[in-house]
């Protein structure tokens, strides 16, 4: 596609049930990072995958977050048994490839999530 | 710790007032920083990279400075549709993902 697609583009859920958030990054792009930004504020790492190599997952702020990635392609964010604090903005971007000279991170719109 | 900080935190202007943003950094090897505009509602828009102490880039009535402890980001005679919260992040040398100040939310008005 023309850019970094994510769904759903929102979503409310009960406290305690598991989401699962979902990104196409743009075709070839061979690096892709998961972003969270609460309400007001800026944004924080999560993970990132280049390639067939093992993600960065140091972001991640506890074991109820998740993520995977298939070859170069879709990647899916899962967190499980929701709770309030969970509660922001998921963005997923992609580049060429990670960590080269003159590469540009690009952002799609952005998964909202309301826990409720 | 890499540490990035914008200020100011918020930002009123009339329209066609110049001013500019800061970005300052305290990293351990830069590649590059990036500065993106965000609309309410949207993903960060990518508009500059910029690699080495001295470089400036320019679009329309932007124009981004680098030195080696900071970034500005000069917006000349702002016009309404500028307004948005301007962020700025930093690549380092020994990560490959963006640490993010915390944005500047600038409002122009007519």
């Known amino acids: 596609g023309a850019g970094v697609s994510q769904s759903p583009s929102n979503k409310v859920t009960e406290k305690g049930k598991d989401v699962e958030l979902r990104c196409d990054p743009i075709?070839?792009?061979?690096?892709l990072y998961w972003y969270r930004q609460r309400l007001g504020q800026g944004l924080e790492f999560l993970i990132y995958?280049?390639?067939?190599?093992?993600?960065?997952k140091s972001g991640l702020p506890s074991d109820r977050f998740s993520a995977e990635r298939t070859g170069e392609s879709v990647s899916t964010l899962t967190i499980q048994r929701t709770q309030q604090e969970d509660s922001a903005v998921y963005l997923c971007?992609?580049?060429?490839?990670?960590?080269?000279?003159?590469?540009?991170?690009?952002f799609g719109e952005g998964s909202w999530l309301t826990v409720v | 710790e890499d540490q990035v900080t914008q200020s100011p935190e918020a930002l009123r202007l009339q329209e066609g007032e110049s001013s500019s943003l800061n970005c300052s950094y305290t990293?351990?090897?830069?590649?590059?920083l990036f500065w993106y505009r965000q609309d309410p509602g949207k993903g960060p828009e990518f508009l500059f990279t910029?690699?080495?102490a001295g470089e400036e880039k320019e679009k329309e009535r932007l124009k981004a400075t680098l030195t080696k402890k900071e970034s500005f980001l000069h917006i000349t005679a702002p016009k309404p549709e500028d307004s948005a919260t301007y962020l700025c992040?930093?690549?380092?040398?020994?990560?490959?993902?963006?640490?993010f100040g915390g944005g500047t939310r600038l409002m122009v008005k007519p």
């Open positions: 992040a930093v690549q380092v040398d020994a990560g490959n993902m963006l640490t």
């Open positions: 910029l690699y080495s």
């Open positions: 995958f280049q390639g067939n190599s093992a993600p960065d």
């Open positions: 971007a992609s580049s060429l490839e990670a960590g080269i000279f003159g590469n540009t991170i690009y």
């Open positions: 075709s070839g792009h061979t690096a």
């Open positions: 990293v351990s090897g830069l590649r590059g």
